[in-house]
């Protein structure tokens, strides 16, 4: 064995946790956000890897039973190459990587190979998964103790490493892991060795994500239950007298939107927020962006028009992304906030208020109506004649603002700071969003609801849009919609994302 060498890289083998990528640690997200490399498994939530920098390397090295994967020895190899070279390596695994995760074998590969390493440990499923079904491994009175055990060997075969006979005798939980396929040779097992057939057990089916799926029975029905619901892998399957405390104890079938499929069509940079909000709140949710965000091809009118800001009295922005367009052409022509000083400006919501804030500026008028004619009735107090206004916007913004503005006498030029175009899609909706019906679609600006049609073409768009629930963030994208001939059930009457999720929990809530 040769010695560690502390020039060389080092490999981080990084518990994930078991779905949930909230219940990644906060060393594992640090190793993440460091890396130069990431090694990745298949069952794992793809928000963890929006963790790693830009500039960090993601490598799939996945494993499902019955697929085409890599071997154990050739990762162990790609893992420890890159570690020679310097990097800093992680290792992602599902779950925590001790517990039936091979994080052992390739840490012993590393350490005889002379490579620095350090084990992340994560949240196992046997943790996890139990909690978020309302099911604790151990309880005062009922159970004190568990034993963790790999169901992925038939337990009527001969040759099986496990000893279930043992299992059958001892007074714990039990929770086995890799068992969809052998559960109902588990259940005949353990009854056939002594324990009693009315034993309370479980099968939990994604647990911790927001598709988690939990069947109650007992021994003697678990097996035809699960079948009849369509159980398969991955899953989990808990034996023992705790399972009967989730009647009491169960909290995520509970949350608002608990099972409901949501599809937010925002673009990947706005998504996050929104996405997260309808997670916490129990939903699966897709994403389809249907917008694509991109400066414009000419940014000349621009350009003049930040070179000639001493001239102007006001700024107008109606969206985030105007202020993230324009400061970054700001910046880019080497000016800053002092170029804005003597300038009023106009936010049209909190969004966008926040969004300027971040930069240092506090909007002057923030209407409570977040939408274009909430600003033009704020500036209906206000002095308009005579006043010029710039207005970075989209290439489909709209000019209902502008013309208020001047017909009252002041004078508004519109410039483009950005375009708001359909991205290309190849792919077709279920290969999208997978094969379960959307409940509910999220619009949050008329462009998407355009680029719906134009994307996935009249048919399949009137198909989907057709059969779900439609939910809109303001006024002007749910006249869009209905101009479409949508129905839409869903629309807050403030426009903010907290708002508009709030407003699609009640909704399911008054169900």
Known sequence: MSDV??????????????????????????????????????????????????????????????????????????IAERAREGQAVVRLKGGDPLVFGRGGEEALYLKQAGIRFEIVPGISAASGATAYAGIPLTHRGTASAAVIVTGNEDPEAETCSVDWPALAQLDATLVVFMAARTLPAICRTLVRHGRANTTPAAVIQWGTW?????????????????????????????????????????WREHKPLFSRHILVTRSKEQAGDLSERLAAAGAQVHTLPLIELAEPDDSSPLDRAISSLADWDWLLFTSANGVKFFFNRLLHLQRDVRALSHLRIAAVGTKTAQSLAERGIRADLVPTDASQRGLIHAFSNLAVEGLRFLFPTSDLGRAELPDALTARGAQVEQVIAYQNRAPEIDKTISQLVGNDPIDLVVFSSPSAIYHAYEVLGEREASALLGQSTIACLGSTTAAAARARGLRVEVQPEQSSTPNLVKAICAHYSAL
């Open 5 to 78: 060498s502390a020039s060389a890289g080092i490999v981080y083998i990084v518990g994930a946790g078991p779905g949930d990528p909230a219940l990644i640690t906060l060393r594992g997200a640090q190793a993440l956000r460091e890396a130069d490399v990431v090694f990745h498994d298949e069952l794992l939530d793809r928000r963890l890897l929006d963790l790693v920098s830009p500039s960090g390397e993601l490598v799939y090295v996945g494993k499902r039973g019955g697929r085409a994967s890599s071997t154990q020895q050739s990762i162990n190899e790609q």
């Open 210 to 250: 927001t598709r988690q799926k939990t069947i109650e029975g007992t021994l003697d029905t678990l097996a035809e239950r699960s079948a009849a619901a369509g159980i398969a892998s991955p899953a989990l399957i808990v034996v023992g007298d705790v399972v009967t405390l989730r009647n009491q104890l169960m």
